[in-house]
């Protein structure tokens, strides 16, 4: 049951983070495509006179969403022991080894949540905003936030189940 609940919402992180990595990806080619000034920008060139010129500042949403979108991947990397690893050991050496990194991952995540949480509320009490679109500066910590403490959740599922003799797929 947890493991249902669990994967669902790893999954569906990943997927919110895929869908903004797709948007960002749609900005920056339009932008691209309005900066080559296909019939001028003002002008437009999509039918209709739609005009499309190069998005103001679009680098500050690109840096404010993706390490959001990184986060919103950890958890369901995490979940599925997909990391990228060496392989030393076999049997219950590495079932202990595997336990002792979970419980490491599991704190570390937790510590870079809490950071991310405090740092995000010292953005919101300095009211710091992107310089040219005046985007609060805080909204990028907190996109952060449910990646960050999910995947500490995750590790700490991980950890669970390997120190109760399950395994990952189970």
């Keep these: 049951m947890a493991r249902g609940a669990i ?3 790893a ?3 990943a997927l919110l983070g895929g869908l903004v990595l797709l948007a960002l990806v749609v ?7 309005g900066a080559l000034g296909l019939k001028g920008a003002q002008g437009g060139w999509l039918p209709g006179g739609v005009g499309i010129g190069p998005f103001k500042a679009g680098f500050e949403i690109v840096e404010l969403s993706l390490p959001a979108i990184v986060y919103a991947m950890i ?3 995490q ?3 997909a990391h990228a690893r060496v392989e030393i050991l076999r049997g219950r050496s590495a ?3 595997d336990l002792f990194w979970q419980l490491v991952a599991a704190v570390l995540f937790a510590v870079i949540a809490w950071r991310i949480g405090l740092g995000m509320g010292a953005k919101m009490r300095s009211g710091t905003t992107t310089f040219l679109l005046g985007l609060p500066l805080w909204w990028g910590y907190a996109a952060c936030l449910p990646g960050a403490w999910g995947s500490a ?3 700490t599922w991980n950890g669970w189940r390997l120190a109760a003799g399950g395994g ?3």
């Design 95 to 97: 079932r202990w080894l």
């Design 153 to 155: 959740v995750v590790a």
């Design 168 to 170: 990952y797929h189970e």
């Design 11 to 13: 999954q569906g992180l």
């Design 79 to 81: 979940l599925r022991h």
């Design 7 to 9: 994967e669902r919402a």
């Design 27 to 33: 900005m920056t080619c339009l932008s691209s495509l």
């Design 75 to 77: 958890p369901l990397v």
